[in-house]
């Protein structure tokens, strides 16, 4: 039987992995040239200006009500500033003491036939003072929970319903 040697692993042929696999001599580096010698080499970017230091931006002091109950922030358009949610919708009922059914209208788009769709979503809402009736247009806001399904409170009063 014939044994070929291969020049794989531990060979000890002497080869370079540049050299290639077959065993091909390593090639030799290209002799610079007078004309690559005169080039320039690369530059470093200039570093970037350094950037103005950022103003300190004073915080609005918040305004505190007359009674100095609370102090509230405000908006640039003075409205009162808060993270929860408000509604707009119409009092469905008011049946119950110090609760306000409000039914909210939004249009939600179809998924597949990409028609937009009129979504309606009831929540109760808590009203103090009993001041809504049926069919007022009422402004909620998100709150803790009162009860077993009431988390919204009135917040204001939009339009009264038409009276006949």
């Known amino acids: 039987?014939?044994?070929?040697?291969?020049?794989?692993?531990?060979s000890g042929a002497g080869q370079s992995k540049a050299a290639g696999a077959k065993g091909a001599p390593a090639k030799a580096a290209p002799k610079a040239t007078p004309a690559a010698a005169a080039a320039p080499a690369k530059v470093a970017p200039k570093p970037a200006a350094p950037k103005p230091a950022a103003?300190?931006?004073?915080p609005k002091p918040p305004v505190v009500a007359a009674d100095g109950s609370a102090a509230v922030a405000l908006d640039a358009?003075?409205?009162k500033q808060s993270f929860k949610r408000t509604l707009i919708g119409r009092v469905k009922s008011d049946k119950m003491n110090k609760t306000i059914v409000v039914e909210v209208i939004r249009s939600k788009r179809d998924p597949v036939y990409k028609k937009y769709v009129r979504v309606r979503k009831t929540y109760k809402a808590h009203d103090e003072e009993n001041?809504?009736?049926i069919g007022d247009r009422v402004e909620i806001i998100e709150h803790r929970p009162l009860s077993k399904l009431k988390r919204w409170k009135l917040l204001n009063l939009v339009e009264r319903a038409v009276q006949e």
Request: proline share 10%; with cysteine; hydrophobic share 15%.
């Open 131 to 133: 001041t809504c009736r």
């Open 55 to 58: 103003k300190p931006v004073a």
């Open 1 to 10: 039987m014939s044994e070929r040697k291969s020049p794989g692993k531990g």
């Open 77 to 79: 358009s003075g409205r």
